[in-house]
């Protein structure tokens, strides 16, 4: 199975290992048909075996504690062992949130959950006890509203740190 590594040449993202020869992502794509993806390879066994899955995510936070507590809350999430630089928490499908202050300006990301329709209320019923502002658009402009996109229900807000949330009752696709 052919080796890849961002620093194969100068500037050439993805150059095959020992090819000689830069080629983008792009072309690696495709030349390759789909049996690259679908044949086994010996030091990994099948792609059977273990389908890729999300296990963990760093969030950002001005204050890793106060943001742990506002996904707690909102998700309903688990507290998880917490190490070094990290606030953890679980949640119920297992994927790790991990609370971080970086020495660096905080850039804003988007976090999408999927929810039940009973866990939407209890969340949307404390987004509204709260008075944390929240809107039925990603362009915030349908303040204190959800939306019913996609055939369920949905609702977009800020944490702590200024990331942007969204709560969702079906998955998009």
């Given at each position: 199975?052919?080796?890849?590594?961002?620093?194969?040449?100068?500037?050439?993202?993805?150059?095959?290992?020992?090819?000689?020869?830069?080629?983008?992502?792009?072309?690696?794509?495709?030349?390759?048909?789909?049996?690259v993806f679908n044949t086994p390879d010996p030091e990994r066994g099948s792609p059977e075996a273990m389908p890729a899955a999300f296990n963990h995510t760093i969030i950002p936070a001005t204050d890793r504690v106060v943001s742990a507590r506002f996904y707690r809350e909102l998700l309903e999430?688990?507290?998880?062992?917490?190490?070094?630089?990290?606030?953890?928490?679980?949640?119920?499908?297992?994927?790790?949130?991990?609370?971080?202050?970086?020495?660096?300006?905080?850039?804003?990301?988007?976090?999408?959950?999927?929810?039940?329709?009973?866990?939407?209320?209890?969340?949307?019923?404390?987004?509204?006890?709260?008075?944390?502002?929240?809107?039925?658009?990603?362009?915030?402009?349908?303040?204190?509203?959800?939306?019913?996109?996609?055939?369920?229900?949905?609702?977009?807000?800020?944490?702590?740190?200024?990331?942007?949330?969204?709560?969702?009752?079906?998955?998009?696709?």
């Open positions: 199975m052919t080796r890849w590594a961002a620093d194969a040449a100068p500037g050439a993202l993805g150059a095959p290992v020992g090819s000689g020869t830069a080629r983008s992502w792009e072309q690696f794509f495709s030349q390759t048909d789909q049996a999430a688990e507290q998880a062992p917490s190490w070094g630089p990290f606030t953890n928490l679980t949640l119920a499908d297992g994927v790790l949130l991990q609370f971080a202050e970086p020495p660096v300006e905080i850039q804003s990301h988007h976090y999408a959950f999927l929810v039940d329709d009973e866990h939407f209320d209890r969340a949307y019923a404390l987004l509204c006890e709260r008075g944390i502002p929240h809107w039925a658009d990603p362009q915030m402009k349908r303040p204190g509203e959800t939306n019913t996109e996609h055939g369920g229900r949905g609702v977009y807000l800020l944490d702590p740190a200024g990331h942007g949330l969204e709560l969702i009752t079906r998955p998009y696709l």
